[in-house]
Each structure stands twice: as C-alpha cells, then as structure tokens.
C-alpha cells in the first residue's frame, strides 16, 4: 500500500479498516477545532507531519499548511517535498510567534524530549495561536522509530500544562470497551490478512462487524469513563501567559 493511500485513509477511513473507530472522529474533530479556533489563513505548521495525511484537508480549510519533519538538510533547510527540516535540536526554520496554529497529530508518544518539543511549540506560535495535539491514551506499542508513552487524561494535561502550555479543551475518542475491541480486531485482522484469498475478504467483514459494535460500546459507556480512558486524546491548548512579576510588597 503507497504511503500516498495510507495518508489519505487517515482522513478517510473505510468501515472495514480496523482503525475506522479511532480515525473518523479524530479527523472529523481535527477540522471542527481548525475551524473554530484558528483563524482563516493562518499559517498552521504539522509539527511531525510524517505523511502528511491531513494537509489536504488544512488546506481546503483555507489555512497556510506548512509541514515539518526530521530529514536531510539542503541549501535552503527545504527538501523537494516541501517539508520544513526539523533541526538535530528540535527548532523548525520558521521565526517565532510565526504561527497562528501548530498540529501534532499522533507524534508526542514517539518524542523522546518532551521538553524540548513543547518550547518549540511555544516559539512557533504566536500569543493567541492554538495547538491542536492528539496523542494516545491506550493503543499497542508501535515504534516510528520510537514509541515511548501513553497518557491518561489527567497525565497529559499535566505534562503539558508543566511546560507552558495551557489546556482549554480535551477530547476523548473512543472509551475503553471500543478499545478493547479494536485491540483484538487488530490482532484477528493482522492474521487473516496472511491467509491466501479468502483472507482478506474475511477481515474486511470481521472489521465491519466488528466496528460497529464498538460503536454501540462507545454510545453505553458513561462519559466519564470514556473521558478518563480514551484510545485517543485531542487537545485543545494555549501558551501559558507569563506568570506576573511579584511586586515589591507581595515580597
């Protein structure tokens, strides 16, 4: 499968794909918040924009999509596919407070210096830009090449927040039952797809099924619950203000 149709199935999954549970509401929540929060014709930068699966829709949104991703330099810090390079040191070669909006969609478990990527966040954007991050809450282990975290709500907050990155708005998608069956329809699916013929028909039925009773797991678990034990978390968050100098008297 080209690395062209895997982008644009993040975006548009099928029903019989066995991330359809995760992916249509993550990318249907991505355009709703790009359309709410950022301004028309911002510059939104896709911090780890990997294949860039959601340019298309960024861009048919109005915005200025300007992908970043680790890769060889050339002579103008731009390689021929259009992607800004991400420096050894994390910087992306755009000037500070450029950006009305930055994406990281499915990257922060795969940073190793968290620290290091959240200032870069904060240098892009401008005072009142957005992020819009999503991230996994509980997912298998799938190194690109590195896959070092999962995060409960509470635990993704905090580690932004703890870098200077104030959280307004969290989304979860998909509770712990759909999870639970999106796990083992990975697993059966990964199988079938081996077997010759039959195979692959059969998984794309089982996804099918198999989807739709997440659904209906997802619609019967208590908000709470789904809330604090997503598969996927979308968040919505700001630069933190400077904390206020303390006047002489507050001393």
Known sequence: MSNHHL??????PRIWDTDWLQ?????????????????????????????M????????????????????ENADNQPPSGKL??????????????????????????????DAYCAEIRRLLKPDGTLLLSTHGTWLYHPHPTDYRRWTRTGLVLDLE????MVEEIFAIAGPLATTTMLRLTGFAYVLRRLPLLGPIIAGLLAVVMNLRGLLEDAITPAQMRMDNACVYLVLARVAPDPE?????QA
Request: hydrophobic share 40%; glycine share 12%.
């Open 7 to 12: 982008a644009h199935r993040r975006v548009n």
């Open 23 to 51: 992916l249509r509401p993550l990318a249907r929540l991505l355009a709703q918040q790009a359309r709410a929060h950022v301004a028309p014709g911002a510059l939104v930068v896709d911090f780890g924009c990997g294949d």
């Open 53 to 72: 699966p959601y340019g298309p829709l960024l861009r048919g949104l109005g915005f200025d999509y300007r992908p970043a991703d680790i890769g060889p």
């Open 85 to 114: 390079t991400i420096s050894p040191e994390g910087r992306v070669p755009l000037p500070a407070a450029s950006a009305g909006a930055v994406l990281s969609a499915q990257v922060l478990e795969h940073v190793a210096d968290l």
């Open 162 to 165: 703890s870098r200077g990155l």
């Open 245 to 249: 100098p303390e006047s002489p008297g």
